[in-house]
């Protein structure tokens, strides 16, 4: 029962941590990428110090060659000139400095190595953080949009109203105001009506000109027209 019950509450404890990541996603997003965007800084300035350190070594392997040569040359000269314990003393330095002239040879080789491992490293996380980027602003975007929609979806805050309530409150608006049109015009019939009533009553009444013809007009009017001529 205890082991049943530890693994219900580990159970709640991973849904708990998905259900807040899924909430909080742009926000780790975001810490994520600029953790990363520190990482990238840092391959950056490993770079650029595996690079010196390659031009180091590049300078002082030059000025070793350089010093060998100009040694040769001088032992070469008091080879020549009989001095056999001079030029041993300049063989000894020769072979140290040649000693050290293949030390820096291995160590640039090394550093070659290095650097395009640092480069290769720096181009793919470069590229890495772009595209990550470009999928930032689009899932911004697209959250942006399905909170906007939310409504239709899944329900929202309770503080956020969504579009769906507001095309239904601007229909219940549209509607009470279609009512109380309809209603004014029926007001405006009704009074229109009743001044019309009281006309026609003050009309029947002799008071001011009829407002229709009536059968006696009809018959007046006929009587008043000339006979038409016996054939």
């Given at each position: 029962?205890?082991?049943?019950?530890?693994?219900?509450?580990?159970?709640?404890?991973?849904?708990?941590?998905?259900?807040?990541?899924?909430?909080?996603?742009?926000?780790?997003?975001?810490?994520?990428?600029?953790?990363?965007?520190?990482?990238?800084?840092?391959?950056?300035?490993?770079?650029?110090?595996?690079?010196?350190?390659?031009?180091?070594?590049?300078?002082?392997?030059?000025?070793?060659?350089?010093?060998?040569?100009?040694?040769?040359?001088?032992v070469a000269a008091?080879?020549?000139?009989?001095?056999?314990?001079?030029?041993?003393?300049?063989?000894?330095?020769?072979?140290?400095?040649?000693?050290?002239?293949?030390?820096?040879?291995?160590?640039?080789?090394?550093?070659?190595?290095e650097i395009l491992?640092?480069?290769?490293?720096?181009?793919?996380?470069?590229?890495?953080?772009?595209?990550?980027?470009?999928?930032?602003?689009?899932?911004?975007?697209?959250?942006?949009?399905?909170?906007?929609?939310?409504?239709?979806?899944?329900?929202?805050?309770?503080?956020?109203?969504?579009?769906?309530?507001?095309?239904?409150?601007?229909?219940?608006?549209?509607?009470?105001?279609?009512?109380?049109?309809?209603?004014?015009?029926?007001?405006?019939?009704?009074?229109?009506?009743?001044?019309?009533?009281?006309?026609?009553?003050?009309?029947?009444?002799?008071?001011?000109?009829?407002?229709?013809?009536?059968?006696e007009d009809v018959?007046?009017?006929?009587?008043?027209?000339?006979?038409?001529?016996?054939?």
């Amino acid at each position: 029962m205890l082991k049943m019950f530890l693994t219900f509450v580990r159970g709640g404890a991973a849904i708990a941590e998905e259900r807040f990541a899924d909430r909080n996603a742009l926000l780790i997003l975001d810490q994520q990428m600029r953790d990363a965007a520190v990482a990238f800084e840092r391959a950056k300035k490993a770079l650029a110090i595996a690079i010196a350190q390659d031009r180091q070594e590049s300078e002082r392997l030059a000025a070793g060659k350089a010093c060998i040569a100009d040694l040769e040359n001088r032992v070469a000269a008091a080879l020549a000139a009989g001095d056999e314990s001079l030029a041993r003393e300049g063989a000894e330095t020769i072979a140290a400095l040649e000693a050290d002239r293949d030390a820096a040879a291995s160590a640039q080789a090394l550093f070659a190595t290095e650097i395009l491992r640092l480069r290769r490293h720096v181009a793919q996380a470069q590229a890495r953080i772009a595209e990550l980027d470009r999928g930032r602003r689009l899932a911004r975007a697209s959250e942006a949009v399905r909170q906007m929609r939310q409504g239709r979806i899944e329900p929202g805050p309770t503080h956020e109203a969504t579009l769906t309530e507001a095309e239904q409150t601007l229909k219940r608006l549209r509607e009470r105001q279609v009512e109380a049109a309809a209603a004014e015009t029926a007001l405006d019939e009704l009074d229109g009506a009743a001044a019309a009533s009281v006309t026609e009553k003050l009309a029947a009444k002799g008071f001011g000109p009829r407002l229709r013809t009536t059968a006696e007009d009809v018959l007046e009017r006929l009587r008043s027209r000339p006979a038409a001529p016996a054939n």
